[in-house]
């Protein structure tokens, strides 16, 4: 089975701090994805990444920026945290295009 | 644009009967589009998905359909059961490579 692992399940960071949330998967995935997930407003496309060191921007990117050095790792950098970006943050990898995604169990952030 | 809409945002039924939740996606869909389950606690799970060259595709008590015309898909869970209670997302792949959900479908089974 895929796994897709994050590296903490609750953060509480303060307004200002510079945060990092990691991701890694083990199938060997070309693209990666950042969701953030919010009540009534589902999942919505942070930053995506289909090669080591490329990055794309969704529809939210503004705040956030994003890394990926090596293939299995995707890193999510929060620059100055605030408090609008307490969420569930989910890190999704795949195979490739149309092929289904395997999601982490998420981060659940809070900006104090 | 890209987009994925999802209704009802909220479905209640008592366990036994079937539950229907239907999307619909805009023009520049590709050809693929699954159904996720998220249980509390958990990130969303692939329960079902389907290809744009089938009409209908079942697993057990789930099915989803595609009306490729009307443009939109539906996931169906027949005999339902208090575990099937979750919040659903139907999605669409895109064509610049990423897969964009609809807002979700909270299911409850009452026992």
């Known amino acids: 089975d895929v796994k897709v692992t994050q590296s903490s399940r609750y953060l509480v960071k303060r307004t200002g701090e510079k945060v990092f949330l990691e991701c890694v998967q083990d199938m060997d995935h070309e693209n990666m994805f950042w969701y953030r997930q919010d009540p009534g407003l589902g999942l919505r496309l942070i930053y995506f990444?289909?090669?080591?060191?490329?990055?794309e921007k969704g529809d939210i990117p503004e705040g956030y920026s994003v890394s990926r050095e090596k293939k299995e790792r995707f890193s999510l950098i929060l620059e100055s945290a605030s408090t609008n970006q307490t969420s569930m943050y989910l890190c999704?990898?795949?195979?490739?295009?149309?092929?289904?995604?395997?999601f982490g169990n998420g981060t659940r952030l809070t900006v104090t | 644009g890209e987009n994925v809409e999802q209704h009802p945002s909220t479905l209640s039924v008592q366990e036994g009967d079937s539950a229907v939740i239907k999307c619909t996606y805009s023009d520049s869909a590709s050809n693929y589009f699954p159904w996720y389950k998220q249980e509390l606690g958990k990130g969303p799970q692939l329960i079902i998905d389907?290809?744009?060259?089938?009409g209908e595709k079942k697993d057990q008590r789930i099915a989803v359909t595609l009306n490729k015309t009307a443009k939109h898909f539906s996931l169906h869970i027949t005999e339902t059961q208090p575990e099937d209670s979750a919040v659903y997302f139907c999605?669409?792949?895109?064509?610049?490579?990423?897969?964009?959900f609809g807002a979700g479908t909270r299911l409850t089974v009452k026992p």
């Open positions: 990444s289909y090669d080591v060191k490329m990055k």
């Open positions: 999605a669409g792949w895109y064509n610049n490579n990423d897969m964009r």
């Open positions: 389907i290809r744009s060259n089938v």
């Open positions: 999704a990898s795949s195979p490739g295009m149309e092929r289904p995604l395997h």
